[in-house]
């Protein structure tokens, strides 16, 4: 699936969504007819709402057929609404990151442009993003009308506004913020996913790969050094890595087992 406008122009509503995932627990045919007929919305939607469900790491689909991911399974199984804050920080995690699936947009967004507390516009967003491209897409509208996705994304309650990730302001201008990193469980499936992907072949890190490098808590989270800090320390807390609090701030994995089994001692214990 392409990895600009793949929304088809509409918004992310979580309800939409769940609806869908509501229907898929249900074991009726999956197809862009039962599913629009099940949720109430028009054909022509479907496509859009099928780009959503695929880059928020729920499954992958076709108009004819759909499957859910391993997460997309749990949440179907455990807050198939969509309400839980810890379901919003994963879908934005999967938008953010790159797995089957990549949200080009999102993901210069979160991991290269944003910082903690940095104020922008929507226009300097775009032509961050519009630079960083190693060629000029096909579809020249494409980048700008995902930045305005991504600030609608994040600036209301039926996307992921309750994140707070980003603020506007009176000026209509943007902050990057957040208060705290989620449930450790979620955030140590962000770290250790991202470390199985990106860094399989060590297991040790510096605390400065977890803060600035791609996909990592720091940059997912846009989150300061001392709040990844916080987070490695509750990890070793639980015995999921080792830090040494010495020069080069080493963090050593101690969980080697497959990440979702992090995300299902989440749900299983809500």
């Not at 179907?76 to 990151?97: E, K, P």
């Not at 140590?188 to 890190?205: E, G, K």
Request: charged share 25%.
């Amino acid at each position: 699936m392409r990895s600009l406008r793949f929304n088809q122009g509409f918004a992310l509503d979580r309800d939409l969504i769940g609806g869908m995932l509501a229907y898929f627990v249900s074991g009726a045919p999956l197809s862009d007819e039962a599913v629009g007929a099940h949720i109430g919305v028009n054909p022509y939607k479907l496509p859009g709402l099928r780009g959503w469900f695929c880059k928020l790491g729920l499954g992958e689909a076709t108009s004819k057929q759909y499957r859910l991911s391993a997460f997309g399974t749990l949440v179907a199984n455990h807050d198939t609404r969509l309400r839980r804050i810890g379901t919003l920080w994963l879908l934005h995690y999967f938008l953010a990151s790159e797995h089957e699936e990549r949200s080009e947009v999102w993901y210069q967004c979160f991991n290269a442009f944003l910082q903690p507390g940095k104020v922008f516009s929507g226009d300097e967003l775009r032509e961050y993003i519009e630079r960083s491209l190693p060629e000029t897409p096909s579809n020249k509208e494409g980048v700008s009308k995902d930045v305005q996705e991504l600030i609608r994304t994040y600036t209301r309650e039926s996307g992921l506004g309750g994140l707070g990730l980003l603020v506007r302001q009176v000026d209509k201008t943007l902050v990057a913020r957040t208060d705290c990193i989620p449930d450790p469980m979620i955030a140590a499936y962000v770290l250790f996913d991202t470390w199985q992907r990106r860094y399989s072949h060590t297991n040790t890190l510096h605390l400065s790969q977890l803060v600035n490098e791609p996909e990592m808590p720091g940059r997912v989270f846009v989150a300061h050094d001392t709040r990844v800090r916080e987070l490695v320390l509750r990890l070793q807390s639980e015995g999921l890595l080792s830090y040494a609090d010495t020069q080069h701030q080493q963090v050593t994995r101690s969980f080697h087992d497959d990440p979702t089994l992090l995300l299902q001692q989440y749900y299983q214990r809500l």
